[in-house]
C-alpha cells in the first residue's frame, strides 16, 4: 500500500511535518515505512520507496520526523564474537528486597534517570557502576554486560546478559562478584547457543559440537594377504 502522497514529488506540507514531529504516536502512513524496516533492517532508502510507491524526495521527508521521535534508530552493530566475546550467557538472579532497600541509598547514586524503582536502581548499578569498581577491573576487556532485564512472572528478578571470552570469565564474576552483592539471593546460569534471529550466538560451543558430531574416517586395517 503506498503512503499518502497528494503533493508534488519531493513537496511535503510544513503543517503536515510539524504535526507529524509533534504526534505521540507515528501516522498511518509512518506505520507502513516502519513496518518495511522491520521486515528487513538493512532496506536501503531506493528500496524502501519503490515497495510504498513514492519518489524518494518524499519518503526522505517521511523518514525525518522518525528519527527526531527515534521511532527509527540507526546504531553501528559491533561483531562481538569477531573480537573474542565467543560466548553468550544468560545469568538470572533473585533478589533479596530486605536487602536491597537496605542498599537503596547506596546504589541510587548509579541511576541517571533517578528512577525509584529498587530493582531498576540495582539494574543501573549492576550494568554501568559494578564494573568501574577496583574490584572488577580485572573483568575489563575479559566480559561485556550486554542488557539487563526484570523479569515479571518468572522465578528470577532480573536477568542479565553477558559476553566473555573464556568459560572461567563468567565462572569467576558471577561467584566472586555477583553472589557477593547483598541483594543478590541466588543466581541460575546457562549458556546461550543458538538464535532465531543470530543462529549461533557462544560460537566455541558450535565448533566443539560439530567437532564431536563428526564421523570418524573409517580405517582399514593393514594386515598379511591371506594365502
Known amino acids: 500500500m503506498p503512503l499518502t502522497d497528494s503533493t508534488e514529488p519531493g513537496a511535503i506540507d510544513p503543517d503536515v511535518a510539524a504535526a507529524q514531529l509533534a504526534s505521540p504516536s507515528p501516522s498511518p502512513d509512518q506505520l507502513l515505512i516502519m513496518e518495511e524496516f522491520r521486515k528487513n533492517p538493512y532496506i536501503s532508502n531506493s528500496l524502501l520507496a519503490a515497495n510504498l510507491g ?29 573480537m573474542g566475546y565467543k560466548l553468550k550467557y544468560r545469568i538470572d538472579v533473585k533478589i533479596n528486597p530486605r536487602e536491597l532497600r537496605k542498599q537503596l541509598e547506596t546504589l541510587k547514586g548509579s541511576v541517571v534517570n533517578r528512577d525509584e524503582n529498587p530493582q531498576v536502581i540495582l539494574g543501573h548499578y549492576i550494568r554501568y557502576r559494578l564494573p568501574k569498581e577496583e574490584r572488577c577491573l580485572r573483568f575489563d576487556g575479559r566480559l561485556l554486560i550486554e542488557d539487563i532485564v526484570i523479569l515479571l512472572g518468572d522465578p528470577a528478578d532480573l536477568s542479565i546478559t553477558v559476553r566473555v571470552r573464556e568459560h572461567k570469565d563468567a565462572f ?56
Do not use: F, M
Open 54 to 82: 513514492l519518489p524518494i524526495r518524499t519518503l526522505e521527508d517521511q523518514l525525518k520526523p522518525l528519527y527526531d521521535n527515534e521511532w527509527i534508530d540507526t546504531r553501528t552493530v559491533v561483531d562481538l564474537p569477531a
Open 172 to 227: 569467576d564474576w558471577v561467584t566472586t562478584i555477583l553472589r557477593t552483592l547483598d541483594p543478590v539471593d541466588n543466581t541460575s546460569t546457562c549458556l546461550e547457543a543458538w538464535s532465531v534471529i543470530d543462529g549461533p550466538v557462544s560460537h566455541e560451543t558450535q565448533d566443539k559440537t560439530a567437532e564431536a558430531t563428526e564421523k570418524p574416517k573409517s580405517r582399514r586395517r593393514r594386515g598379511r594377504p591371506r594365502q
